[in-house]
């Protein structure tokens, strides 16, 4: 079943939410019966042409809320409301320049204290808020025709901003024609995998990220899908309810970034056993996703009924509306990686095959993002020069499915060369017409010529004695004296790991300078919830390499 919003999702369960362990089940007919009472809503108090922003918790009305905007012709997008773990004060600093540089014409929510919490990130902000009823329904689903005309038609359907980071987001503008393209590229292929014509799909994730939005939401709602939903911030709470939800609706596909997959695995004793047998896909999206933490998940829930060589890769960005390229099974590959290699480095096709006791010391083993998905092509750069397949370098895109470039921005400035592609600043390789990626340029921390990914380092710390699980960040700072970036390590103290500060701090400077034969310049040990989180839930490098210059170099 490959049409678009197709009649007989109006008779079938579209969405199952999940809160505090209860289930709401929707129809696709009280659903769109909501979207339109959203959509008739959203007319009477938001002028056509500026971006309205949805601040709510994740759940049906949310949802119903973000489609009426599209139905009524308006220009929508998610915005994050505060986290429960975050440091307050730096989330509104943070979200007030974010807020400032989107520049919203209205801006929607479902309660009163949403709307206090608005007002509390930017007082200017409190003309353009407005109340919608908590509840919104009625008889007719004319919106679901709506919705049908705007997937044929290139004008902006909706927006997504680019990346996880705390910094100024980068917004993208989605056509209905582009979401269309991307269901009809991505979606068939899905189900072709797992072998049912309807997914059963499981989702904690946001609903603000381009991966809860598309695979999380509107991709099945398009196809007339089920999706079983719960709130990230529960998810959060309660890692142990998302398996149960899966057991309980039979879920069969999932997406998850990669650092969920070890989460889980350091949980594993502390989870109640749950029936995941029905899964045929666990998707590791968004981050480079490492082959070990696919094993050791499969490992660590086999007896729960995971399936050997079931978590495959995804490959994905806002700036091609979600999926450029999308792993299987039957042809997972690994890609031994060297702890530093120059762009234009050539890498042996041979090593995709690698196993783990082959594996040379010191190497990672990079998870494939399998291939391109149908109208995308990919290129890997050496700068100006573009490599042969197999060799190292930053990843281009360009097709159909490609943004024109950032809201307010041409296409030059947003990355999109002459040639069309669009430079993503991600690192990899193509191999065997897998897509490999290692890390990002920004990520790269280059010592006296040495070049270092952040994320290696912090995946190092993990198992130190005194490291709060999870938390601690590794970045460059540019040293005047050296000509070089020296490199910093921040990590969270566990007091009750037995071990002192400094003790901690020795361990991390030896274990970093033995395998990357890099000394660090310094390793901060701070205390619990000093470092700053995106709103995605990733250590932004970014954010904590300000906050270290601040706190500890300019008073220093």
């Known amino acids: 079943m490959t049409e678009l919003l197709p009649a007989s999702l109006l008779d079938v369960t579209v969405l199952r939410h999940w809160r505090g362990g209860q289930r709401r089940d929707v129809t696709g007919r009280d659903f769109w019966q909501r979207v339109?009472?959203?959509?008739?809503?959203?007319?009477?108090?938001?002028?056509?042409?500026?971006?309205?922003?949805?601040?709510?918790?994740?759940?049906?009305?949310?949802?119903?809320?973000?489609?009426?905007?599209?139905?009524?012709?308006?220009?929508?997008?998610?915005?994050?409301?505060?986290?429960?773990?975050?440091?307050?004060?730096?989330?509104?600093?943070?979200?007030?320049?974010?807020?400032?540089?989107?520049?919203?014409?209205?801006?929607?929510?479902?309660?009163?204290?949403?709307?206090?919490?608005?007002?509390?990130?930017?007082?200017?902000?409190?003309?353009?808020?407005?109340?919608?009823?908590?509840?919104?329904?009625?008889?007719?689903?004319?919106a679901l025709g709506a919705l049908r005309d705007r997937l044929a038609s290139d004008a902006p359907l909706f927006v997504q901003h680019s990346s996880g980071t705390t910094g100024i987001k980068k917004a993208v503008e989605i056509s209905g024609l582009m979401l269309a393209a991307q269901f009809r590229a991505y979606w068939p292929g899905l189900r072709a995998e797992v072998g049912a014509e309807r997914l059963a799909i499981a989702s904690w994730l946001p609903l603000y990220h381009d991966m809860g939005l598309i695979a999380g939401f509107l991709l099945p709602m398009l196809?007339?899908?089920?999706?079983?939903?719960?709130?990230?911030?529960?998810?959060?709470?309660?890692?142990?309810?998302?398996?149960?939800?899966?057991?309980?609706?039979?879920?069969?596909?999932?997406?998850?970034?990669?650092?969920?997959?070890?989460?889980?695995?350091?949980?594993?004793?502390?989870?109640?056993?749950?029936?995941?047998?029905?899964?045929?896909?666990?998707?590791?999206?968004?981050?480079?996703?490492?082959?070990?933490?696919?094993?050791?998940?499969?490992?660590?829930?086999?007896?729960?009924?995971?399936?050997?060589?079931?978590?495959?890769?995804?490959?994905?960005?806002?700036?091609?509306?979600?999926?450029?390229?999308?792993?299987?099974?039957?042809?997972?590959?690994?890609?031994?990686?060297?702890?530093?290699?120059?762009?234009?480095?050539?890498?042996?096709?041979?090593?995709?095959?690698?196993?783990?006791?082959?594996?040379?010391?010191?190497?990672?083993?990079?998870?494939?993002?399998?291939?391109?998905?149908?109208?995308?092509?990919?290129?890997?750069?050496?700068?100006?020069?573009?490599?042969?397949?197999?060799?190292?370098?930053?990843?281009?895109?360009?097709?159909?499915?490609?943004?024109?470039?950032?809201?307010?921005?041409?296409?030059?400035?947003?990355?999109?060369?002459a040639d069309g592609f669009f430079r993503t600043g991600d690192l990899g390789a193509v191999l065997e017409g897998q897509v490999f990626v290692f890390g990002r340029l920004k990520e790269i921390i280059i010592v006296n010529g040495k070049n270092i990914f952040g994320g290696d380092v912090e995946a190092l710390l993990a198992g130190i004695p005194g490291v709060r699980a999870g938390r601690a960040v590794a970045f460059g700072v540019c040293s005047e004296m050296t000509g070089s970036e020296e490199l910093v390590i921040v990590a969270e103290y566990d007091a009750g790991a037995g071990v002192t500060e400094a003790e901690c701090r020795a361990a991390i400077s030896r274990l970093v300078t033995e395998t990357f034969l890099v000394k660090p310049r310094d390793v901060r040990i701070v205390a619990e919830r000093w470092l700053v989180k995106s709103t995605s839930g990733k250590i932004s490098r970014d954010e904590n390499r300000r906050r270290y210059l601040t706190q500890f170099r300019e008073h220093s």
């Open 36 to 142: 339109t009472a959203r959509a008739e809503w959203v007319a009477r108090q938001a002028p056509p042409g500026g971006l309205v922003l949805v601040v709510a918790t994740t759940g049906v009305e949310a949802m119903a809320l973000f489609l009426g905007i599209a139905a009524a012709g308006r220009l929508g997008a998610f915005f994050p409301p505060a986290s429960p773990i975050q440091d307050q004060r730096h989330f509104f600093d943070q979200q007030r320049a974010a807020l400032r540089a989107i520049d919203p014409a209205a801006i929607c929510v479902l309660d009163p204290a949403m709307a206090a919490m608005v007002g509390r990130i930017d007082p200017a902000l409190t003309p353009r808020v407005r109340l919608a009823p908590a509840e919104a329904t009625g008889d007719s689903v004319a």
């Open 223 to 417: 196809g007339g899908d089920t999706l079983s939903l719960m709130d990230p911030f529960e998810w959060i709470g309660a890692p142990g309810r998302f398996f149960e939800m899966i057991a309980a609706d039979g879920c069969t596909i999932a997406w998850m970034p990669n650092f969920a997959f070890r989460h889980f695995v350091r949980l594993r004793r502390a989870l109640k056993p749950a029936q995941l047998n029905t899964m045929r896909l666990w998707v590791d999206c968004s981050e480079p996703c490492r082959l070990q933490d696919a094993r050791d998940f499969e490992a660590a829930f086999a007896d729960f009924g995971v399936r050997p060589d079931s978590v495959v890769g995804c490959y994905a960005m806002a700036e091609t509306v979600f999926a450029v390229s999308q792993g299987r099974p039957a042809t997972r590959l690994g890609l031994a990686v060297p702890p530093a290699i120059p762009p234009g480095t050539a890498m042996a096709a041979t090593s995709a095959r690698l196993v783990m006791d082959e594996v040379p010391e010191g190497h990672r083993l990079v998870l494939s993002s399998g291939q391109p998905l149908p109208g995308m092509e990919l290129a890997v750069f050496d700068g100006a020069q573009r490599l042969p397949e197999g060799h190292y370098g930053e990843i281009g895109l360009r097709g159909a499915d490609l943004f024109a470039g950032y809201r307010g921005r041409d296409a030059a400035s947003s990355g999109i060369g």
